[in-house]
C-alpha cells in the first residue's frame, strides 16, 4: 500500500496502517472499530500514548491535564474545536495527569495544561498554559509544517 500511513488506536492501542487519501473519512480501527482519526480528541493511558508517540505517522498533539485544573477545563472546548479544524491533518489526545501521574513524570511535564506534539516517532514541540483554538491549530501547522 503506497502512501500509507500508520496510526495507534486510542482505544485498543493497536496500530492501523491506513492510506493517506482516506484520513478524511472517519477511517476505523481494524481491530476494535473505534474511529481512529474523526476530528475528536481521544482519552489516552500512558501505555497508548508511549506507543502512539512512537509509531504514529501523523502529528499527535497531547494535553496534560487533571480535573481540578481550572484552565485545563476552560481550555478543552478550545482544544475540542482544534482537534475539529485539523481533522485529517493531525490527532489530538489528552491524558489525565491525576489518573496518570506517571505521565507527568515520563514526559517532565512541570504545570499544566501542558502541549506536546509528537510526530514520526519524536517530540518536536512543547507549549505550556491554556490556548484558544486558533492558537492550538496555529501550533500544530507551524511546528508540524502543515499546509494552512
Known sequence: MSN???LVCATC???NRLPATRLTANPKCGTCGAPLAAGGVAELDLKTLEKAARTDEMPLLVDFWAPWCG????MAPEFSKAAQALKGKARLAKI???SHPDAAIRYNIRGIPALILFHKGREIARLSGARSAAAIEGFVREKAA???
Not at 484552565?71 to 476552560?74: E, G, K, S, V
Request: charged share 20%; net charge positive.
Open 4 to 6: 500509507a500511513v500508520k
Open 13 to 15: 492501542g493497536q496500530p
Open 71 to 74: 484552565p485545563c477545563r476552560a
Open 146 to 148: 502543515l499546509p494552512a
Open 96 to 98: 489525565d495527569t491525576q
